[in-house]
């Protein structure tokens, strides 16, 4: 095994510092059974810092940046660009070079590849930082591939990659990118799956976007797509979009936008067959990390492929309970006119004082009303309050 360059299968769990949150997760999703991933490996983040240790100039840039505040918005994409252009103009260690080319012969290194950025602070539970850092497509060559390897480090310091962290407390210094290196596959259909519905929290009703060919158009916002929903096991809701445009692959490498025909603007991407084999994955994905996930997955040949799976960190937390009865919590703060989250130690003071059962979520309190509103005279009461 090469400290520089690791395999999906050869990612441990508690690797999140070698390879970013999206190697992680890759190398977990590849061992799962049932889920289909295409094959790829990571440029560890020890990769990076070799390119890096050498270069005076990126090191006290990145000190000044980190005497900025997210308000200093001219200075950040000034210092930001310089960081960039610092990056790319370092030659890659050669033996980084090597291990590359030695994993991709394992692949073929004629092979189309998507090269994709895998930041350390990044699909964590509390902060997505999801499009921050950059991805390229149908990448062909091993000169090609390197040269994008280099552009992704550099994507670490995007103006709004760099804004992120600050408005999220992340120390510039502190944060690495692994790069993945990922057989490209040109699907026939593409989206994401978010096992909790992102418009209402619901999570028992799964929502599914697909539209025709590349993701890439999908998560930039270029094209509209279709919306299905499926609770348990069934579909509930689909609206279908009218896809004028759609990203694929070229031959010569790199993508490009195509016009979809008149006739199949407002064809369904998916059958219902479809939708609920994406639903089933979904869930398996999400009772496999423990938590709600948002999911990007592309159609080839009938095989539905998994090319990342994030927490869905949008959702408000809720609550955990024993079992799996619907409940009603009401918020202790709130009834006090008491909004704001709680410090750790004020939750566990008030935990240890009061007799009432208690449960906490997002730092607030929470107290379970559900035995009182199933009685007519109590829920009265509670209602009324």
Not at 117 to 123: P, R
Request: net charge negative.
């Amino acid at each position: 095994m090469n400290s520089l360059v690791l395999g999906f299968w050869e990612i441990e769990k508690t690797q999140l510092l070698l390879v970013g949150g999206k190697g992680l997760h890759l190398g977990e999703l590849s061992k799962m059974e049932g889920i289909q991933v295409p094959e790829g490996f990571c440029i560890t983040t020890l990769g990076y810092q070799k390119a890096m240790e050498q270069n005076e100039t990126y090191h006290a840039l990145i000190h000044q940046l980190n005497l900025l505040k997210a308000e200093d918005r001219d200075q950040i994409a000034e210092i930001s660009r310089r960081i960039r252009q610092s990056i790319v103009e370092v030659e890659i260690p050669s033996e980084v070079a090597e291990a590359v080319t030695q994993y991709l012969s394992r692949f073929g290194e004629d092979h189309a590849y998507a090269v994709r950025s895998s930041a350390t602070a990044e699909d964590l539970p509390h902060a997505s930082f999801a499009g921050q850092q950059d991805t390229y497509l149908n990448i062909i060559g091993i000169d090609a591939i390197l040269q994008h390897i280099s552009k992704c480090w550099a994507s670490l310091f995007t103006d709004r990659a760099v804004i992120y962290r600050m408005q999220n407390g992340f120390d510039h210094s502190q944060v690495y990118l692994s790069v993945v290196v990922q057989k490209m596959i040109f699907p026939q259909a593409s989206g994401i799956i978010f096992t909790a519905d992102p418009m209402t929290s619901n999570r028992k009703l799964l929502s599914i976007d697909a539209s025709f060919g590349l993701g890439e158009a999908l998560v930039s916002g270029l094209v509209s797509a279709d919306g299905y929903q499926v609770q348990e096991g069934k579909i509930v809701d689909k609206r279908i979009a009218t896809k004028t445009l759609a990203i694929y692959g070229r031959k010569e490498g790199g993508t490009e936008t195509r016009q979809i025909d008149l006739d199949q603007q407002k064809v369904q991407t998916l059958t219902e067959q479809q939708i609920l084999e994406l639903a089933r994955i979904g869930r398996l994905i999400e009772a496999y990390f423990g938590s709600p996930q948002d999911i990007e997955w592309c159609l080839d040949q009938d095989t539905f492929y998994i090319v990342q799976s994030r927490p869905i960190t949008t959702l408000y937390p809720i609550p955990e309970a024993k079992d799996e009865d619907n409940h009603v919590y009401v918020s202790v703060g709130h009834q006090q006119m008491m909004t704001d989250p709680m410090k750790p130690l004020g939750l566990s003071f008030y935990l240890l004082t009061t007799p009432a059962p208690m449960r906490t979520a997002g730092g607030r309190l929470f107290v379970d009303v559900t035995p009182m509103l199933a009685s007519p005279v109590s829920r009265e009461t509670i209602l009324n309050t």
